[in-house]
């Protein structure tokens, strides 16, 4: 069984699926891809989100505001209180990105240290987004004890130096599509020297399509080819891809073992 650690269902051109999210779940699981975290970006789209995935029994949610998507200040109170919905597992996705919008930073760095405080409070994991921004981005989970409840570094792309510092305070490292691409040397580098129990697999669905479906809407069934080239970079097998990162997803969010 697989696990899709980081999409947005939400965001999905259902055009593409005849409409009907159930094609993508279900194609997710005839492809044994059995559970699903479906990651917030926006507080005002989170109702809209828990409601149209709420007949979806293998599929969790997150909340918080993308660092990208600042055009609102972001309110704590309203975040813990989105936050309490009974299938919410962790805070985010939140972070720090100076590669796309390095003119808003200390929006950002505001944003950011409100979601650690919220995840510190409600004892929710983090789903961090980073880019760009190694340093500040440590320096701020170190300040805010965000060692405190860990999380994952979803879609990761940046150094093994801060992969191993965020090892060190709990977090998790996903690897997503980016994994399968040509221009990639540096990141599959990375793949090989994370230990066996901090590593999760995603799509970040509907964007980053893998490796051989470059150029398609992403989804969450494609996470399996994430799998089968990390089992290549890391020498071994896809179902051992497949159990360690289910059982990694499943130590850092053990409410899910229940579906």
């Known amino acids: 069984m697989f696990i899709d650690s980081h999409c947005h269902l939400d965001r999905l051109k259902l055009e593409d699926f005849d409409n009907n999210l159930d094609n993508v779940v279900n194609a997710a699981l005839a492809e044994k891809v059995n559970t699903l975290l479906c990651v917030s970006v926006t507080l005002q789209d989170f109702p809209a989100m828990a409601e149209t995935t709420a007949k979806y029994d293998n599929v969790w949610l997150t909340c918080g505001a993308h660092p990208l998507n600042q055009a609102d200040e972001i309110d704590p109170a309203l975040l813990t209180r989105l936050a309490a919905h009974p299938r919410v597992i962790a805070i985010g996705e939140t972070g720090l990105d100076y590669f796309y919008a390095p003119e808003t930073k200390q929006v950002q760095l505001d944003s950011f240290r409100k979601h650690i405080r919220v995840a510190n409070q409600?004892?929710?994991?983090?789903?961090?987004?980073?880019?760009?921004?190694?340093?500040?981005?440590?320096?701020?989970?170190?300040?805010?004890?965000?060692?405190?409840?860990?999380?994952?570094?979803?879609?990761?792309?940046?150094?093994?130096?801060?992969?191993?510092?965020?090892?060190?305070?709990?977090?998790?490292?996903?690897?997503?599509?980016?994994?399968?691409?040509?221009?990639?040397?540096?990141?599959?580098?990375?793949?090989?020297?994370?230990?066996?129990?901090?590593?999760?697999?995603?799509?970040?669905?509907?964007?980053?399509?893998?490796?051989?479906?470059?150029?398609?809407?992403?989804?969450?069934?494609?996470?399996?080819?994430v799998a089968k080239h990390l089992a290549s970079i890391r020498g071994t097998s896809v179902a051992e891809i497949a159990q360690q990162s289910s059982e990694n997803f499943h130590r850092l969010f053990p409410e899910t073992q229940t579906v």
């Open 122 to 225: 409600l004892k929710k994991p983090l789903i961090i987004h980073t880019r760009d921004a190694q340093e500040d981005t440590l320096a701020m989970l170190r300040a805010e004890q965000a060692e405190n409840v860990g999380g994952i570094l979803h879609c990761f792309t940046e150094s093994w130096q801060m992969a191993e510092q965020a090892i060190a305070m709990g977090f998790y490292i996903s690897f997503s599509g980016i994994v399968t691409f040509k221009n990639a040397t540096d990141l599959r580098e990375v793949a090989k020297k994370v230990p066996s129990d901090r590593f999760l697999i995603e799509t970040d669905a509907p964007y980053l399509a893998p490796v051989p479906h470059r150029g398609k809407q992403n989804q969450p069934a494609y996470v399996v080819e």
